[in-house]
């Protein structure tokens, strides 16, 4: 007999209803989707984000240190500004590539720290994540293989394997504030490389490229005829200088590189979704063609925001930064005084990335276990470090960037947590 959704019988129950019932109990059977989907993967983030949400649904308290999302105040003149925006009715569709004053803007900033640019080589996107995807398949030829940093932002490897690549990691050195090393970049250059991706300030790690190094990667780069996809995000988020050196900004390295950035972290913008490339001129052309294709423009009334943010005062900006690097010693020393952990200090960025290795040892868990237990237990939310990449597998991802009271009782009941994980490991 046909039935409700509720389990009660319909009261009509017809030939087409029973005939829906049947469809629905049947195995469903559909044409397979293309196989270029199966490689593509998420992020560990947005999975511990929805199970917080369950236990919160619950009636219990989240400590939420993992997303990687300022829970700051955008300024309200960058509010203003897209607001006014929309009321001028300026929410039709825009020139690809962006609008003028943005590129413009954009232009500026980078020349501010050394990378020559012009507006005509800014694509505008929205979000930094798109203009990540449109430059892997624009520079990463099927067979090639593109090396990432291991720990790193788990997209990349995801989006090699999209433009049917190989990732190789290349490791980075916990006693450098994680500073990649060139002798070992170099040792992982084979005549199929083709892409090497910089992230610096680093997810997950909040580590840096000092300058010596990034000679010595640009050195790398010419000799072996590489493209750069260098992932500036974190850029304006750093602790011990005032700006991140780019590479970009070296002898010829321009032409060589795609500079991706955004608004999401340092102007707290996460949800406009605002990014974009400064791109090789001889790629320009193509990868506008990319973006017809992708998404058309970028909503123009959050290009006027995005003017707004980099022409207008930068107070909130430093007031963050300011605040985040008081947490990043908080942090530092609060990790510092959990016993089995060691926690190199981030210099950028808004994450630590404690080793647990030694707590791995006596309790016989792995770091997702730990990380389950102290979410389900304890309620801190935090990622086990596998999620990004081998060299991950024995730390924790804690993003400092949430609520300042988050970041005071995550790491009391990451202490109490882990001291009662490790009496009591079964
Ligand atoms: N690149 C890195 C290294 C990130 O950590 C993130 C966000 O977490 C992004 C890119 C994406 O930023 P957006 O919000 O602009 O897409």
Known sequence: MATTNTGQPAPFATASSSAAAARQSAPLHHPPAAGRLTVLTGEGALDVLSRSAVLESQGRHIAQLAIGEPQFAVAPHIVEAAVQALREGDARYGPPAGIAPLRAAIAATL???HVEASADDVIVTPGAKPMLLY?????????AEVLIPDPGFPIYPSLTRFAGATAVGYRLDPARAFAPDAADIASRITPRTRVLVLN??????????????????AELVLRHDLLVISDEIYGRITYDTDATPSIAALPGLRERTIV???FSKAYAMTGYRLGYGLVPRWLVPRLT??????????????QRAGVAALTGPQDSVRAMVAELRRRRDEVVAALGAIPGIRSPRPSGAFYAFPDVS???AATGLSAPQLASRLLEEHGVALLPGNGFGAAGASSFRISFAGTADAVRTGLAG?????????ARPA
């Open 135 to 143: 430059a892997f398949l624009a520079t990463v030829e099927p067979g």
């Open 200 to 217: 610096a300030p680093h997810n997950p790690t909040g580590g840096s490229i000092d300058a010596r190094t990034l000679e010595e990667i």
């Open 414 to 422: 990451i202490a109490t947590g882990l001291a009662a994980i490790t």
């Open 358 to 360: 030694e707590i791995i």
């Open 111 to 113: 020349g501010s720290r």
């Open 289 to 302: 063609t990319l973006v017809v294709n992708g998404h058309t423009c970028t909503p123009p009334f959050v």
């Open 260 to 262: 991706v950035d955004g």
